[in-house]
């Protein structure tokens, strides 16, 4: 791909964004670094977040390189339909802070795997705890390290190794002063990541302006409606070519509500944010958080649609390809490479801050699960101080095992987004399962979890393979099945064997409990009260004017 360098303008605005964020960063960590010694103001910054740091820590912990680069190549090849991982989660966030927040609050919850020992036992959660670990290291942090090194080479020019480098050391430095350092440097994280995204929008509507001899921000949008009116249709029927990726209204009422609710509601990673305060803070971040995901398409996905009308121009054929060769995620680095000297600066900052907020989150909670669920337990050891020197060297050794190991998983052939959902998705529906009935069935007893968790994960690589060993053509006509053009087989879409999986995983787990006559009185059920759920008046207003937006979205788009 041809690449305008950075020149002297943007390293400037890079370094302004550099010393802004290490500079906050050092002020919160001496400011706070009397508590820091103790294990949950160091992991969970235990009543020190505010709602706006909870809510900007949860969207730059979620938007990584996989998000700016890789749904935006989906809004290239798709359109708008990709947005359904970003609006759905709107919806999400607001059914977490009312209904999951409220148990793990209540029950003095800090971990996933404390959940899940204290509902099902010992066995179950330090298995889940290793899982975790495994997942979030050999997975999640070697794609974000390495799809963002891959994005900023492209955009820099720098070198690859280099910028892999440079970006977990950034990394490391911010999770070594604890949550509280990782969720406010987060909300300049989120400044330059929205800022920088909607310059390139900008930008990038522009150019398709200028092609058709239109101006202004809104008439450049409804041109590209006009050019790409395939492209703007949030629910796919089963003949369009991308209904594997998301089959219809599976995306409303099937398993994008499974991908959704696991993410934002079972997964240290996200939850780790709000745990450390009370319901109230909580619930207003995980909204403010609610009302930034509704914008993340804006700065994701148009950039890549006006990227598809463009190259049907004849723009962009040297950097996204041609043909076979055709690779959709080189639309925002071309995009980002055709930046006037010093608003490149900021977008690069952008796209760097969006990674390196990712990283440090993910590293905080490979460091929690190690510190908390494995090793204390271990040597059932109480000193908080080693317990906090611990969970800092597991930060370093995770970012080093992911430099080390990410060049050999093959990330770059199969794209980030699809890496990280593929291998995310064989255990989503397993886990979901386990923590709502967990939460909401008192019957349900540590036999039904084991089932899902295990039988769940055995029963997605089935369905994964089956059309190796079975014809499934006969499913076409209902839409529950595609013929794969780089199979050649008829597959079933990836949400709906999530949904089926889910469907299984809760039969088995209600037949197991049911079977088992000591689960009438189970001691580790959890006592719910209705009331606990009950949200405030001004939390209510806000969460229907959300829903409002959305419904309005879907059926404008539709």
């Known amino acids: 791909m041809q690449q305008n360098l950075l020149h002297t303008k943007d390293y400037i605005v890079f370094l302004i964004y550099f010393l802004i964020v290490a500079g ?116 999640n942090l070697t794609s974000i390290l390495y799809l963002g090194a891959i994005a900023l080479n492209t955009v820099s020019g720098i070198n690859f190794e280099v910028c892999m480098i440079a970006l977990a050391f950034f990394a490391v430095v911010i999770t070594l002063g604890g949550m509280k350092v990782i969720g406010f440097t987060d909300v300049i994280q989120v400044f330059f990541l929205i800022l920088g995204g909607l310059a390139t929008t900008y930008l990038a509507l522009g150019l398709v302006g200028q092609q058709y001899n239109t101006t202004g921000v809104f008439n450049n949008f409804h041109l ?49 944010r709000a745990l450390g305060a009370d319901l109230k803070t909580a619930r207003n971040g995980l909204l403010f958080a609610g009302f930034l995901k509704m914008l993340m398409p804006i700065i994701a996905v148009i950039p890549g649609i006006a990227a598809y009308v463009l190259y049907q121009k004849g723009m962009f054929h040297e950097g996204i390809g041609v043909g ?8 925002y680095p071309v995009l980002l490479n055709l930046l006037p000297s010093g608003l490149k600066g900021l977008s690069f900052a952008a796209l760097t801050a969006a990674v390196v907020a990712s990283l440090a989150g993910k590293a905080n909670s490979i460091s929690t699960i190690f510190s908390l669920d ?23 050794v995770a970012m080093i095992l992911a430099i080390i190991i990410s060049p050999f998983l093959g990330i770059d052939k199969k794209g980030g987004f699809q890496f990280i959902q ?10 979901f399962a386990m923590f709502i009935m967990g939460f909401f069935w008192k019957r349900t ?72 006559p000591k689960s009438k009185n189970n001691p580790r059920g959890l006592e719910v009260d209705a009331q606990m759920f009950k949200p405030s008046t001004p939390f209510l207003v806000i969460s229907l004017l959300i829903v409002g937006l959305l419904t309005a979205l879907y059926t404008i788009f539709w």
């Open 24 to 139: 906050y960063g050092i002020y919160i960590y001496n400011k706070k670094k009397k508590a820091v010694s103790d294990s949950k103001d160091f992991f969970l910054a235990e009543g020190s977040l505010t709602w706006w740091a909870i809510g900007a820590s949860l969207i730059a912990s979620n938007i990584s390189a996989e998000q700016m680069i890789g749904m935006s190549g989906s809004g290239f090849k798709m359109g708008l339909a990709i947005s359904t991982y970003e609006w759905m989660a709107a919806a999400t966030l607001i059914i977490v802070a009312v209904f999951f927040l409220p148990i793990y609050l209540k029950n003095k919850i800090y971990t996933m795997p404390q959940f899940l020992e204290q509902r099902y036992g010992k066995t179950v959660a330090t298995i889940m705890a290793v899982f975790w670990l495994l997942l979030y290291v050999v997975v």
């Open 224 to 272: 590209l409606m006009q050019q790409a009116p395939d492209h703007f249709h949030m629910i796919l029927d089963k003949n369009n070519p991308n209904y594997l990726d998301l089959p219809g209204l599976s995306v409303l009422v099937g398993g994008m509500w499974i991908v959704n609710l696991n993410y934002w509601g079972c997964n240290q990673y996200i939850t780790q």
């Open 324 to 331: 076979a060769d055709q690779n959709p995620d080189h639309a």
């Open 374 to 396: 494995i090793y204390k337990k271990i040597y059932h050891t109480t000193d908080e101080k080693k317990i906090v020197v611990v969970g800092r060297i597991t930060v370093v």
């Open 422 to 431: 593929e291998y995310t998705g064989f255990v989503s529906p397993g886990i």
């Open 445 to 516: 007893n540590s036999g039904a979890a084991m089932f899902a968790m295990i039988g769940g994960f055995l029963l997605s690589i089935v369905m994964k393979v089956l059309p190796k060993f079975a014809d499934l053509s006969g499913l076409a006509a209902s839409g529950w099945s595609k013929l794969n053009p780089d199979s050649g087989r008829f597959e079933i879409a990836f949400l709906d064997r999530m949904g089926i999986v889910f469907v299984v995983c809760i039969a088995g787990m209600i037949i197991i409990s049911l079977m088992d």
